[in-house]
T-cell receptor, first 115, second 116 residues
Framework: GENVEQHPSTLSVQEGDSAVIKCTYS??????FPWYKQELGKGPQLIID?????GEKKDQRIAVTLNKTAKHFSLHITETQPEDSAVYFC??????????????FGTGTQLKVEL | GAVVSQHPSRVICKSGTSVKIECRSL??????MFWYRQFPKQSLMLMAT?????????EQGVEKDKFLINHASLTLSTLTVTSAHPEDSSFYIC????????????FGPGTRLTVL
C-alpha cells in the first residue's frame, strides 16, 4: 500500500519568513496530493491540493510543488503569520472514478510562527 | 464550501458502554464517507470506508464488530463504538466525499471520546 513520509515534524519560523514542508510517497500510481491544516481540537481543513498532471499550484501565500519522478511534493507558505501556526498534513491518493479514493496521510508537521 | 458536522463533539463514557457518533454532510450528498481515528500528536489513521446503502469496508486491524458503521442515507453515517474501553479513547474524525466536487474529501470537526 501507499506510504507517505513527512518532514520536518516540527518547524519554527519568524513571522514574515517562509516555511517549507516536504513529503514523499511510495506508490507511483498516486495522482492526487492534498494538504490539510489542523488546528487544536478541530478536524483537518483542505488548504491546497495538486494533481499529478500539474507540477506547481499557487493560491496567494500558499504553493505546492510536485515532482512525480522523485515522488515528492512540498508545501510552501510565504510571509507567514501567527495564524498559520497549526499542524499540517500532506496526503496522497489514487483518484479513480467511482472508486473509494482513500487518503494516506503523512505524519504531520507542527508549524509555529513566532512574533 | 461543503460542510460536514459531527455530533457529539465530546463524549465521556464508562467502560463497557457503547457510544454512537454521527457524521452529517449538511449541504451536499455524500456517496462515500470515511472514518478516521487520531491519537494525540499523531496522524489520521483510516478505520473504514462507508458507501451509502452498503456495508463498510474496514482497514486491516480494525474490528468491524467493535466499530459498527451505518451509512443509511446520502447525508448521514454513524460510527458506534461498542463495549468501549479506555484504549478506545481517541479523536474520531469523519470525512465525506462529494463526487461532483472532483473527489475532494471534506472533514468534520471531530469527536473526542474519553472512556473512563
Amino acid at each position: 500500500g501507499e506510504n507517505v513520509e513527512q518532514h520536518p515534524s516540527t518547524l519554527s519560523v519568524q513571522e514574515g519568513d517562509s516555511a517549507v514542508i516536504k513529503c514523499t510517497y511510495s506508490d507511483s500510481a498516486s495522482n492526487y496530493f492534498p494538504w490539510y491544516k489542523q488546528e487544536l481540537g478541530k478536524g483537518p481543513q483542505l488548504i491546497i491540493d495538486i494533481r499529478s498532471n500539474v507540477g506547481e499550484k499557487k493560491d496567494q501565500r500558499i504553493a505546492v510543488t510536485l515532482n512525480k519522478t522523485a515522488k515528492h511534493f512540498s508545501l510552501h507558505i510565504t510571509e507567514t503569520q501567527p495564524e498559520d501556526s497549526a499542524v499540517y498534513f500532506c496526503a496522497a491518493s489514487i483518484l479513480v472514478t467511482g472508486g473509494g479514493n482513500k487518503l494516506t496521510f503523512g505524519t504531520g508537521t507542527q508549524l509555529k510562527v513566532e512574533l | 464550501g461543503a460542510v460536514v458536522s459531527q455530533h457529539p463533539s465530546r463524549v465521556i463514557c464508562k467502560s463497557g458502554t457503547s457510544v454512537k457518533i454521527e457524521c452529517r454532510s449538511l449541504d451536499f450528498q455524500a456517496t462515500t464517507m470515511f472514518w478516521y481515528r487520531q491519537f494525540p500528536k499523531q496522524s489520521l489513521m483510516l478505520m473504514a470506508t462507508s458507501n451509502e446503502g452498503s456495508k463498510a469496508t474496514y482497514e486491516q486491524g480494525v474490528e468491524k464488530d467493535k466499530f459498527l458503521i451505518n451509512h443509511a442515507s446520502l447525508t448521514l453515517s454513524t460510527l458506534t463504538v461498542t463495549s468501549a474501553h479506555p484504549e478506545d479513547s481517541s479523536f474520531y474524525i469523519c470525512s465525506a466525499r462529494q463526487v461532483s466536487s472532483g473527489n475532494e474529501q471534506f472533514f468534520g470537526p471531530g469527536t473526542r471520546l474519553t472512556v473512563l
